[in-house]
């Protein structure tokens, strides 16, 4: 067995590579197969994972348009639609901002394929990013709508944006290494999307995970305590019995032995405002202690990213 301390990744280097790779470097994360990224690679990743129907992993990217249109006319046919999952704001009389994820712009089109505004920002989706789309594209193609100017606004832009657009359109991935106690913990927050290995295919038997279970280190015990030596040796046999299972069961089945502090690894993909409702409540002294030793580092590593929105952020 192995003992790890807990750790994270603010994945900012995701924010500058194409879409398609992005969500394949996420969603590679369930199956820990990171080791199969090459050249080439994503779009088969891609393809596949939507076509199983495991489409958290297309909620992994977002794209922000800037979309131009005669609001008082088309206005109540395009709120008709209720775009879900999506962040909108109008900026002026005809100009609205409008984020959302692959997923969500996916699902705006499948719901909605006949809106004029839909139309045209998925137009100009599919023409940037064409894999993602291919399988909802309409039979006639994807066609620009007169009277609907749609921009896709490049990060840098997003970045500029007032502190209160800021926080609503900019997304932030970080990755935590963490024991399944806080994983379960953090995927209560709704508006987040979430990606996590997978117990189910994982087969910590194998080569790749060292033939062994790996477990977060506690920070309730002194290292040379008699608790620590009992969570331990309660480790220890936890994973004698869970390799011994393996030898005639599925992951699914032996995984049914794993404990909270067995290590995960999960993605947590938010904009800055869910981030900022997070660190409320996650480096509070209410909060879980081991929630709290990840979470208030990273919340200092936010407020040097972004000081307009969290550089004044109080935890009680
Ligand atoms: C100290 C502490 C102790 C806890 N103890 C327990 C416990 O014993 N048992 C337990 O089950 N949970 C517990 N929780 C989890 C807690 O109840 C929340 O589920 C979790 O913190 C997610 O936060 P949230 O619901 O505020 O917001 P999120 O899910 O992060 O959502 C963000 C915001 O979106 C809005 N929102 C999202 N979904 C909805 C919705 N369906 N309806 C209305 N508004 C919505 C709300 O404005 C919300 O503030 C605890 C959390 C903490 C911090």
Not at 212 to 215: I, R
């Given at each position: 067995m192995r003992v790890v301390e807990p750790s994270y990744t603010i994945l900012t280097d995701l924010?500058?590579?194409?879409?398609?790779?992005?969500i394949e470097a996420c969603g590679r994360v369930c199956y820990k197969s990171e080791d199969k990224i090459s050249e080439g690679s994503a779009a088969a990743f891609v393809r596949r994972v939507l076509a199983h129907g495991h489409n958290s992993v297309a909620e992994m990217g977002v794209a922000t348009l800037e979309i131009e249109v005669d609001l008082e006319s088309t206005l109540g046919d395009f709120f008709a639609c209720l775009p879900r999952f999506m962040h909108i704001d109008r900026v002026e009389k005809k100009r609205?901002?409008?984020?959302?994820?692959?997923r969500a712009w996916r699902e705006l089109f499948l719901e909605n394929p006949s809106n004029k505004v839909v139309k045209a920002s998925l137009a100009l989706l599919a023409g940037r990013e064409p894999l993602l789309f291919e399988d909802i594209a309409p039979k006639s193609g994807w066609r620009e709508q007169a009277g609907v100017a749609v921009r896709k606004l490049p990060l840098a832009e997003v970045e500029k944006l007032d502190a209160g657009l800021l926080a609503r359109h900019r997304h932030i991935a970080v990755r935590f290494i963490v024991n399944r106690a806080v994983t379960h913990e953090i995927v209560r927050h709704r508006p987040c999307?979430?990606?996590?290995?997978?117990?189910r295919y994982c087969r910590y038997s194998e080569d790749k995970f060292g033939n062994?279970?790996?477990?977060i280190r506690p920070m309730f015990f002194e290292q040379d305590s008699d608790e620590y030596r009992l969570w331990e040796e309660a480790m220890r046999?936890?994973?004698?019995?869970?390799?011994?299972?393996l030898e005639t069961s599925t992951p699914q089945a032996a995984r049914t032995v794993l404990p909270n502090s067995c290590k995960t690894e999960i993605i947590v993909y938010a904009n800055l405002l869910e981030w900022l409702h997070i660190f409320r409540l996650r480096c509070s002294q209410a909060a879980e202690p081991s929630m709290r030793e990840v979470m208030v580092p990273l919340l200092e590593d936010f407020r040097k990213l972004f000081p307009r929105v969290f550089g004044d952020l109080v935890v009680g």
């Open positions: 924010d500058q590579v194409p879409l398609v790779e992005r609205i901002l409008m984020t959302g994820s692959v999307s979430f990606l996590q290995e997978s117990q062994e279970v790996t477990f046999r936890t994973e004698e019995a869970y390799l011994k299972l």
